[in-house]
Nanobody
Framework: QVQLVESGGGLVQPGGSLRLSCAAS????????VGWYRQAPGKQRELVAD???????NYADSVKGRFTISRDNAKNTVYLQMNSLKPEDTAVYYC????????????????WGQGTQVTVSS
């Protein structure tokens, strides 16, 4: 059984910072590409940033220069450092990951976390 658990969300003032964590647990052979998504009320879920197993990164234009995605492979954890937060960053943030479970003979499967709320307000 594999689980993705997000943490680190909360309420911050504009200009503040938060660091989100996405921790994968279970019998994991490899944690491959991982992405952070967010969904605000009345809007579609959008990709915020992603990172490959080779450490290549990609960011939505709206967060470039403010957010940084990184990973700690030993901990099967991916982080999203969010600086200079704006009210429009308010959303539920979800972790999405491709994970190989048990053996390399099985294909990678896609998993979603439950989400963590980020609210930016004065």
């Amino acid at each position: 059984q594999v689980q993705l658990v997000e943490s680190g969300g909360g309420l911050v003032q504009p200009g503040g910072s938060l660091r989100l964590s996405c921790a994968a647990s279970g019998n994991i052979f490899s944690l491959n590409a991982v992405g952070w998504y967010r969904q605000a009320p009345g809007k579609q879920r959008e990709l915020v940033a992603d990172i490959t197993s080779g450490n290549n990164t990609n960011y939505a234009d709206s967060v470039k220069g403010r957010f940084t995605i990184s990973r700690d492979n030993a901990k099967n954890t991916v982080y999203l450092q969010m600086n200079s937060l704006k009210p429009e960053d308010t959303a539920v943030y979800y972790c999405n990951a491709w994970i190989v479970v048990l053996t390399t003979t099985l294909p990678a499967r896609n998993y979603w976390g439950q989400g963590t709320q980020v609210t930016v307000s004065s």
